[in-house]
């Protein structure tokens, strides 16, 4: 809102009535900040958009109430961009995941993330691997809270025929897949090998839909870790890569029927 208003920080902290300190801290989230002071800069930033700002005061609202949120408890126990991850999908209305070698995380049995984790490069020491384990099955919460977001999921062939654990784990993972896939919330396409190639290829993508077209984010895996991304042409052109993929994938009927097939040759 600042840059768009086409104030410095020094400007804004004039307008506000405070010191430029303060406005960096809060832009860049090291201070908390009240749904009153909220709907106040949102005005001195002469922002009229009412559905974007009631949406920052009702998220700082919630920051700011006593009740501790389920990720709280691994706080001082694991790294930030898990807990961001959590955080937004506690708050989205959507998502939208791209997988290609993986099962999607919301969607993972226990014996299945563990299968992977066992996999992590440099081996995970044994707490952090139940810690790690125990949050990744923690996040399903997400699919059974009320009002759970609408949840779309694209994974790649490559990721139903890859045996983590081997073919016991896997076809218990192919059956827990099939279970959740009977969600009314959850929507579950395959992009089978036939498709051929497709963008996003690469890369496992999150897209997580906010209140607002403005508060969506992009999550996507790296080797060294999460990557989130908030500018509006990166959410676009990802929106665009979800959308082909989409097109090439097939239709949640026929998707199904490959699951299965898959499963009862594991």
Known sequence: MRERAGLSLTEAAGVHGTD??????????????????????????????????????????????????????????????????????????????????HMPGLLQHEDYARAVFEEAVPPLAPDDFERKLAFRLDRRRVLDRPRAPRCAFIIHEAALRIPFGGSRVARTQLEYLLEQAERENVVVRVLSFEAGGFPGAAISTCYVSGPVLQLDTVQTDTPVGSTFLHAATHLANYRAVLDRMEQRALSPHRSRDLIHEVAQRV
């Open 20 to 101: 430029r300190t303060t406005v960096s801290n809060v832009e860049s989230g090291r201070f908390g900040v009240s749904a009153d002071r909220v709907r106040v800069w949102a005005a001195n930033y002469s922002c009229r958009d009412r559905r974007y700002i009631d949406a920052l005061a009702a998220m700082a609202k919630e920051r700011r109430s006593p009740v501790r949120n389920w990720w709280d408890e691994y706080r001082d126990m694991l790294g930030a961009a898990l807990l961001d991850l959590a955080e937004l999908e506690h708050h989205a209305v959507a998502l939208r995941v791209a997988q290609i070698t």
